[in-house]
């Protein structure tokens, strides 16, 4: 069992920049594909971004390429999602996800976090 555990979220404005951090429970989290997605309300869970578990490969969704980048530290067993130039419609609560298997759809995270809220007014 993996437990995950955002931070970072909160409120800025249009243009700014915000870091989440999600922190993992696992000694093995070098073992996993990790991912961030979010989720709007009265919307479905979208994909957001995912990195190899060496963090050699990234892919990301097209709203947020070149503006989105994530990382992660296997020392610390964290992974990061850096937000830049945000637009009022990146405001979701963002999720942490791991999983063995390539993160581009919700269904395929084995592991979830609780959450954090990213809102960004215009």
């Known amino acids: 069992q993996v437990q995950l555990v955002e931070s970072g979220g909160g409120l800025v404005q249009a243009g700014g920049s915000l870091r989440l951090s999600c922190a993992a429970s696992?000694?093995?989290?070098?073992?996993?594909?990790m991912g961030w997605f979010r989720q709007a309300p009265g919307k479905e869970r979208m994909f957001v971004a995912h990195i190899s578990q060496s963090a050699g490969i990234a892919y990301y969704a097209d709203s947020v390429k070149g503006r989105f980048t994530i990382s992660r530290d296997n020392a610390k067993n964290t992974v990061y999602l850096q937000m830049n130039s945000l637009k009022p419609e990146d405001t979701a609560r963002y999720y942490c996800?791991?999983?063995?298997?390539?993160?581009?759809?919700?269904?395929?995270?084995?592991?979830w976090g609780q959450g954090t809220q990213v809102t960004v007014s215009s």
């Open positions: 696992q000694r093995t989290f070098s073992n996993y594909i």
């Open positions: 996800a791991a999983s063995y298997r390539s993160l581009l759809t919700p269904s395929a995270a084995d592991y």
